[in-house]
């Protein structure tokens, strides 16, 4: 299998070209390692059998498939399995590099793309709600994006999303990695519909709200990608 992607971060093109995809089953999902010609991306698929619908959630600079609000992503891809969205967890080839970020996304949306998934939803935590944004700005396919805990740099794009792109933002209180001030700013970029909440005395992870912020990001990507 063979694609060529092309898209922007900022004023950089981007291309590159899937080689090969070699997929292992573990217990719970399917190891998925993609060759390109950028490098191995690794993820974990959540396959639902004739699944029109997925979601790739990616985490922040820890890089590996880290997550947010105390195993929020494995929480959340075997909920979304048994409603019928399929979902794949992105792990960073270079988790400080928002370039080189963007594009591992956008390989996942390719692979999904050949599973013949045609609708998408995208969910970032920390780095990886700069990450999600860029990639939904390179594909149109978007429905939602969700981010948690958000940097700002980098999430301008935000404002040229396609109008039939939502935007959930949600970030701590307490957060003193990146000041909740981050999501706000990306709030007041972003056109309608959006929605953003805080928490108080939540802190970077998350882990002090992770049930409600489990059944937030829940329902949310549900209703947006019905």
Known sequence: M???KKGKVGEEPLEVAILDINTEPR????????????GRVNCHYYRVEKADKGVIMVGGIGGDFDTPAEGLYP???????????????????????LTEAVVDVL?????????????????????????VVQAAFNEESVKTVVTLATQSYGIGPISLLPKSTFVLLI???????????????????????????????????LKEVSDKVYGEVRDWIIENLR
């Open 2 to 4: 063979q694609v060529i």
């Open 171 to 205: 970030h701590g209180e307490a957060d003193e990695t990146l000041p909740p001030s981050s999501s706000v700013y990306a709030y007041n970029l972003a056109h309608e519909p959006k929605k953003i909440n805080t928490y108080e005395n939540a802190e970077h992870g």
């Open 107 to 131: 390989i996942g949306l390719e692979f999904l793309k050949a599973e013949d998934i045609r609708v998408f939803g995208l969910i970032g935590h920390s780095f990886g709600g700069a990450v």
């Open 27 to 38: 217990d719970s999902f399917e190891l998925i390692r993609i060759d390109t010609s950028r």
């Open 75 to 97: 929480r959340l891809c075997a909920d979304l399995k048994e409603n019928g969205i399929s979902s794949l967890r992105v792990s960073f080839r270079y988790p400080t590099d």
